[in-house]
């Protein structure tokens, strides 16, 4: 058997796993307790580069936390931990990318009025896309239920759904029979 419906966040990594190749770049754009900066780095390995944003301290000393746990030494390592915001992503990545994640909504065990907005994301998700190769891939897991969380939603879903079809494939996932506004799920690949 196979693993079933999966939890959004695993469901993602499952789907990029094909996607992300051994020293390939990638951007987590909301690295929060460093999950996702983690899983892109074993996908990439030491040949690879890992770009992870966030704009809270909290969040880097959880991510270099977590890989210290797992005993990778992010020092030494082609992983860099950026204290900036996603909007950014232009100023630091100048290379072509395999791959991209993003979980928006609040860090879990932080600080929940420091969420995501529209016109950041969307200008994240904007260069994103730019720097996207051919065939590469990013993820948005939209977590909504916080304020201002369903007006940051419907206007990335807006923008997602309008991307030029011959350019984009964009997909939406929801667990639709879920109370308490279960995340949405989005993929969008670059033909
Ligand atoms: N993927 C993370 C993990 O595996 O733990 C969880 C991410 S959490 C749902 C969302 C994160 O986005 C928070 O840590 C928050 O600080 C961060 N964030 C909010 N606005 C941001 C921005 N403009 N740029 C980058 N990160 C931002």
């Known amino acids: 058997r196979n693993q079933g419906i999966l939890k959004a966040t695993n469901f993602v990594q499952e789907l990029l796993k094909n996607k992300i190749p051994t020293g390939g770049t990638v951007i987590d754009g909301t690295m929060g307790n460093g999950n996702d900066t983690l899983f892109l780095y074993k996908q990439v390995g030491d040949s690879g580069k890992v770009y992870a944003f966030d704009l809270q301290v909290m969040a880097l000393e959880n991510t270099r936390r977590i890989f210290r746990e797992n005993n990778v030494f992010i020092d030494n390592k082609p992983i860099q931990l950026i204290l900036d915001g996603h909007e950014n992503i232009g100023n630091y990545v100048k290379e072509a990318i395999d791959g991209a994640m993003f979980n928006l909504g609040y860090l879990p065990s932080g600080d929940k009025n420091i969420v995501t907005r529209p016109e950041t994301t969307l200008q994240a998700i904007k260069s994103t896309l730019e720097l996207l190769k051919k065939g590469g891939m990013m ?18 879903l807006d923008y997602v759904g309008q991307l030029e079809s011959k350019k984009y494939l964009v997909m939406e996932c929801s667990y639709i029979n879920h109370e308490n506004n279960p995340p949405i799920i989005l993929l969008i690949e670059k033909k």
């Open 139 to 156: 993820s948005l897991v939209l977590y909504y239920g916080h304020p201002g969380g369903i007006e940051e939603k419907n206007s990335i």
